[in-house]
């Protein structure tokens, strides 16, 4: 039996919820979000530490309370909060046999198959938001070799350990990594106990402000070896020493620790929109956007995370509040672009998010296309062009890796539709 839905949401973190507000409030009748986990929240369901919901609900709060906020507020708005429910993938279509629902498809993006402890269901709907989010590379996608004892995790899994399950740890901990959430890791391990041996970065500096920097080194007393990666890790039964590699001479000495964080390197969880065979973007691997969120598929959008990996919760958020006005349009005129312009970047810039403009669809996610470089880059112009034209110019002065930068949106109403892509870098 199939459940037909009008909008269903897949992922109920603060971009999905934020997004299923928002519809409600624009009137649509029924809103059903699915997500895999018990309870509603997202990640900062675990990111007990205060730093959450400034630019979206305008104070500040700890992840676990901005994560109850938001399930509350969307009940409170009248949509339909299913947990335990995973979406697996999308229903054949009886008529095509293929894995993908119907490209041209103009009633909606296809079903789902979702499981839950009530058993396997189909539901389709006549729109989908994908915000799923983004998650951390694991040690196996890192190629990390060396013995695989326990005590080699992310942050996510570490928090998850310490705050949903209350662990203790104590002993010293290593974390790869020195982007921000490598510094809430540092917080995690202190609650739990355990002595910080060293965040180690593969880039000359740290990645996160001064301040949280400084904070972990005086607070936690956590060293930052850069130029380094992790080569392998040793041990049997439990973790006892990395071996670091200088990246700049290839000396290697072992650190020795009793546990592994491997922190930041996100990867956007796409398995959806690549099962739906809508374009990915081929740096960032998130599925490719517009302005208005709409991905190649007609009827099938995203928000938050899952278009970059990662952005703050508040910005997620406001990616998915911003999806309730396209989605409205669907419902409403059924009209989805043939053609749109890619956006590529140029080294060492890595990804634009969106990375396609439709000139009609109207101003980004907060005005902004947020940028990601691959390295540090002394204050430099950036330049967007299409075939040779110079579109918009500025300087940015803060190029940081695995930190966003924004340019705004204003000059992609100049692009021109039939034109070839747009790409954006770095002038000479
Ligand atoms: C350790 C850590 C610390 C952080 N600290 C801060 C901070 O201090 N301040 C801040 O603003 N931000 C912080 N962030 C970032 C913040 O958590 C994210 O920006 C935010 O959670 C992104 O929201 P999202 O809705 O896009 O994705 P998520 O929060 O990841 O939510 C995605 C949801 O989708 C669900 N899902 C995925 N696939 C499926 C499926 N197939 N079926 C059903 N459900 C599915 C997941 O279970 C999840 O609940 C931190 C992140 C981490 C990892």
New binding site residues.
């Given amino acids: 039996v199939t459940e037909r839905r009008e909008v269903v949401v897949?992922?109920?973190?603060?971009?999905?919820l934020a997004a299923a507000i928002a519809l409600r409030e624009a009137g649509v009748g029924d809103v059903l979000v699915?997500?895999?986990?018990r309870e509603a929240g997202?990640?900062?369901r675990h990111?007990d530490?205060t730093?959450?919901g400034l630019r979206d609900l305008r104070r500040v709060l700890s992840?676990p309370a901005y994560a109850r906020r938001y399930a509350e507020l969307a009940e409170r708005a009248g949509a339909e909060i299913r947990t335990r429910?995973?979406?697996?993938g999308w229903a054949e279509p009886a008529a095509s046999g293929t894995a993908a629902p119907a490209a041209d498809a103009s009633d909606g993006p296809g079903s789902l198959e979702v499981t839950s402890p009530a058993g396997r269901a189909r539901i389709e709907a006549r729109a989908v938001v994908l915000?799923?989010?983004?998650r951390?590379r694991p040690r196996p996608a890192r190629l990390v070799p060396g013995a695989r004892p326990p005590g080699v995790m992310t942050?996510?899994m570490l928090?998850q350990l310490v705050y949903l399950e209350h662990a203790r740890l104590g002993g010293t901990a290593l974390v790869a990594g020195a982007e921000?959430?490598s510094f809430?890791?540092v917080l995690t391990l202190a609650h739990a106990g355990a002595r910080v041996a060293a965040l180690v970065t593969e880039h000359p500096r740290h990645q996160t402000l001064a301040a949280v920097r400084w904070g972990a080194r005086l607070r936690h007393g956590a060293p930052l070896v850069t130029g380094a990666e992790v080569t392998a890790i040793h041990g049997r039964r439990r973790v006892e020493g990395v071996d670091l590699r200088d990246l700049r001479g290839g000396a290697i000495r072992r650190v020795a620790c009793d546990l592994v964080v491997f922190s930041a390197g996100w990867v956007p969880?796409n398995e959806?929109a690549a099962m739906a065979g809508t374009a990915l973007d081929p740096a960032s691997r998130s599925p490719v956007v517009d302005a208005a969120l709409r991905t190649t598929r007609p009827g099938l959008f995203a928000a938050?995370?899952?278009l970059h990996g990662?952005?703050?919760?508040?910005?997620?958020a406001l990616g998915?509040r911003h999806v309730a006005g396209p989605v409205s349009r669907w419902l409403a005129e059924g009209d989805w672009p043939a053609r749109r312009v890619p956006i590529a970047c140029e080294p060492p810039l890595l990804w634009a998010a969106p990375a396609a403009i439709e000139p009609g669809a109207g101003p980004p996610p907060r005005g902004r296309i947020v940028l990601r470089a691959a390295r540090f880059h002394r204050p430099a112009r950036l330049a967007a062009r299409q075939d040779g034209r110079v579109l918009w110019r500025g300087r940015r002065t803060r190029i940081v890796p695995g930190r966003s930068m924004s340019i705004p949106a204003g000059w992609t109403r100049a692009v021109d539709p039939a034109g070839g892509g747009v790409s954006i870098g770095i002038e000479a």
Avoid: K
């Avoid at 699915?34 to 986990?37: K, S």
């Avoid at 915000?131 to 983004?134: F, L, Q």
């Fill in positions: 897949v992922g109920a973190g603060p971009a999905g699915l997500e895999r986990e997202g990640i900062p990111a530490h730093g959450f992840g429910a995973q979406v697996t915000a799923t989010g983004c951390e942050t996510a928090q921000h959430v809430s890791a969880d959806l938050g995370n899952v990662a952005e703050p919760a508040d910005a997620a998915g």
